[in-house]
């Protein structure tokens, strides 16, 4: 039989179990958390501030010569009100899927984002950001 205190204990714990499934673990909150400024960062336009959160092809692309031209692009083909759909973390990579809504000649349509990070010297950063809006 367990006493009084022993099923407060167990309570609270399963508790607390479901509270973290249901928000998602600490390293979720740490990859929503890299990419909110990440996303937060491209809309402000600031390029270098952009590569400190970027690894791989992203941080590739942000290197090139014509950067500054691409970012003004991705930024005006930003949807307006996404929202994580799925994140997954797997050790030191995670992969998040967005659903939203762009603008495509002037006609709003659903879309689905696909980002994928690697964390990298303790920080998450992005590696890869590609959008789709329905029908194209």
Do not use: H
Request: glycine share 10%; hydrophobic share 40%; proline share 1%.
């Amino acid at each position: 039989m367990v006493g009084r205190n022993g099923w407060f204990a167990s309570a609270f714990l399963v508790g607390t179990a479901m509270i973290l499934n249901a928000c998602g673990g600490s390293g979720d909150a740490e990859v929503k958390a890299a990419y909110n400024t990440f996303k937060e960062t491209m809309r402000s336009g600031d390029l270098e501030a952009l590569k400190k959160c970027s690894a791989g092809d992203q941080r590739k692309e942000l290197d090139a010569p014509d950067a500054k031209t691409q970012l003004q692009l991705k930024r005006a083909t930003l949807p307006f009100d996404e929202k994580i759909a799925t994140l997954v973390v797997d050790g030191d990579k995670a992969t998040v899927t967005l659903e939203g809504t762009m603008s495509v000649l002037g006609e709003k349509k659903k879309a689905v984002g696909a980002v994928e990070l690697i964390k990298e010297e303790g920080a998450w950063k992005v590696c890869k950001l590609a959008w789709q809006a329905e029908g194209t």
